[in-house]
T-cell receptor, first 117, second 112 residues
């Protein structure tokens, strides 16, 4: 079946511009995550959505970052007034609670490579 | 704050050799994940370890979990070039959001 998809695959933007990154999770997955992968910081959690619950925004690095998930499916990560340090690969993952163990196996999308010039 | 440390960060080995990658984490958790990442690609799930003593094997890779020692290992047997990739371990925070905290990754290069 279809996996997690993200668009665009690459985005180059000028410092100070706003960008929107999109994630389409696997159909039926209730949980959606955004992570950021950069050379200096490795893989970092940004934000988590689960059903209709309030999102866990504890990983967002500043108030320039925001995300929403519409209709429990597609999610958009918005970065306002981009800075050079925002350059990274932004990965989206989705998951479903698995079995009696109650764990969430996360499936990752291909990522969006953001370059801020 | 949960911290995850992997070592080594870089590993160059010859085909046919064995080696182990270590993953230590700082707080109690019984959920540990191993992922593989090829250059320019996303993360591919390799193993999910859910309890103390769990061992999983797939081909030349075997992963184990010791929750008392807060240690997971990824053992490579008779390495082949196709195993060249970056391997990440990640720990589930189990704090409600199930977010993953990743190690910095081990870049494995298998030379002919």
């Amino acid at each position: 079946g279809a996996g997690v998809s993200q668009s665009p695959s690459n985005k180059v933007t000028e410092k100070g511009k706003d960008v929107e990154l999109r994630c389409d999770p696997i159909s039926g997955h209730t949980a959606l995550y955004w992570y950021r992968q950069s050379l200096g910081q490795g893989l970092e959690f940004l934000i988590y959505f689960q059903g209709n619950s309030a999102p866990d925004k504890s990983g967002l690095p500043s108030d320039r970052f925001s995300a929403e998930r519409t209709g429990g499916s597609v999610s958009t990560l918005t970065i306002q007034r981009t800075q050079q340090e925002d350059s990274a690969v932004y990965l989206c993952a989705s998951s479903l609670m698995v079995g009696l163990a109650g764990f969430y196996e996360q499936y990752f999308g291909p990522g969006t490579r953001l370059t801020v010039t | 704050e949960l911290k995850v440390e992997q070592n080594p960060l870089f590993l160059s080995m010859q085909e046919g050799k064995n080696y182990t990658i270590y993953c230590n984490y700082s707080t109690t958790s019984d959920r540990l994940y191993w992922y593989r990442q090829d250059p320019g690609k996303s993360l591919e799930s390799l193993f999910v370890l859910l309890s103390n003593g769990a061992v999983k094997q797939e081909g030349r890779l075997m992963a184990s979990l010791d929750t008392k020692a807060r240690l997971s290992t990824l053992h490579i047997t008779a390495a082949v070039h196709d195993l060249s990739a970056t391997y990440f371990c990640a720990v589930d925070t189990q704090g409600g959001s199930e977010k993953l905290v990743f190690g910095k990754g081990t870049k494995l290069t298998v030379n002919p």
